[in-house]
């Protein structure tokens, strides 16, 4: 019925989903549902698109899109430190990642 990336990503998608709601019951990410579907579309596009320009650019609109509401927690003052840390460490490791690849890509065409 399904093959084998299929299940991989069933696998990662559901994972995902129960990780990020037990991180927002204990508040220990300021991550949304935005956040959710972004990180599910990279799982895709990992999967399906590995080592392509798609899913590296998508893995930088990603970790954006992760910071995007850290950086509002630091504009309100929030005192939800652990989430800050634990969403900039998750975003910047990202960034890196697929920026890198990205720029290493770009620089061998």
Do not use: R
Not at 9 to 30: D, K, M, P, R, W
Not at 43 to 71: E, H, M, N, Q, R
Not at 80 to 87: E, G, L, P, Q, S
Request: net charge positive; charged share 10%; glycine share 2%.
């Amino acid at each position: 019925m399904f093959n084998s990336q299929m299940k991989t990503l069933l696998i990662c998608v559901g994972c995902l989903a129960l990780a990020l709601s037990q991180l927002n019951t204990y508040e220990l990410t300021h991550m949304d549902v935005l956040a959710m579907l972004s990180i599910s579309a990279l799982f895709v596009s990992i999967i399906f698109f590995y080592d392509k320009l798609f899913s590296y650019v998508w893995g930088c609109i990603t970790a954006i899109i992760i910071l995007v509401p850290v950086f509002i927690a630091w504009l309100e003052q929030s005192l939800n430190y652990k989430a800050m840390i634990f969403d900039s460490i998750v975003a910047v490791s990202l960034l890196v990642l697929c920026g890198f690849k990205l720029l290493k890509m770009i620089k061998n065409k």
